[in-house]
């Protein structure tokens, strides 16, 4: 970007959302060298291009409960961490977290790696020089039996869906101001991504005409917000493990 002649070749950044897998915080995860990027250049589109659940064996740390503190992959033993694919709901806080994060930093666009799996997270193909091998299951946003001709969704498409439904091209962040309301509403710092506290996000459509508020509450119980827009307010009961999107036009 530094080189007159190359910059202005660049449309976009794109990057990859690995810097943590496992046991992660959003230090950890280096969003502000994304917000760093676009603050220099805030012209220019911002991509998170790829990130997943994927099994690397290249960390040591990730073999022994010892060492677990310091693991940042995914482990592969099933008794260190839940086995992949993971069907719980509340799987999708950690990743809900993470499209907020993200989407904070300056990014506009948000892809998750593998749309459709089996059951068992394949198929997949051998990479033995990157420790890639028969074990390399890993999760996707839907995962189909085709003997039953069935499928099951994880908890990531859930929030997926709401960003994807209600926050449309075109869209602009707008500030948010969050303050202590009910019992944990202010998200704690320094711990795992999506476990704890209230995160939301609100954006101004294209058309500059209509509002939609993302509020996610991490919280394992149910927790009371008051939403503040141009002299009105609501109250929002969110159920615990949760994301709610609301959405009103702005009146002039």
């Known amino acids: 970007m530094a080189h007159a002649n190359a910059s202005k070749y660049m449309d976009h950044f794109a990057y990859h959302g690995y810097d943590c897998q496992f046991n992660c915080t959003k230090e950890m995860n280096m969003y502000s060298k994304i917000g760093g990027v676009h603050a220099q250049w805030p012209d220019k589109d911002i991509i998170m291009a790829e990130v997943c659940y994927a099994y690397n064996g290249d960390d040591p740390n990730c073999t022994s409960a010892k060492t677990m503190k310091n693991c940042t992959d995914w482990p592969r033993n099933h008794s260190l961490a839940p086995a992949l694919p993971r069907f719980d709901f509340v799987d999708g806080r950690i990743w809900g977290s993470r499209i907020m994060s993200d989407l904070e930093a300056g990014t506009g666009g948000w892809i998750y790696w593998n749309l459709i799996l089996d059951m068992e997270g394949g198929p997949f193909q051998y990479s033995p020089e990157h420790a890639d091998d028969a074990e390399n299951l890993q999760q996707a946003v839907v995962h189909v039996d085709p003997k ?66 993302q509020l996610l509450n991490h919280n394992n119980a149910g927790e009371s917000v008051e939403v503040k827009y141009g002299g009105q307010r609501a109250i929002f009961d969110l159920p615990a493990v949760s994301i709610t999107s609301a959405s009103w036009n702005i009146v002039v």
């Open 148 to 213: 039953a001709g069935t499928y099951r969704l994880v908890g990531l498409f859930w929030y997926l869906a709401h960003f994807a439904r209600f926050v449309r091209p075109g869209a602009v962040r707008i500030g948010t101001t969050v303050e202590a309301y009910g019992h944990h509403a202010q998200p704690v710092a320094n711990l795992p991504e999506g476990t704890t506290g209230v995160e939301i996000m609100a954006f101004v459509d294209a058309s500059g005409s209509a509002i939609c508020l």
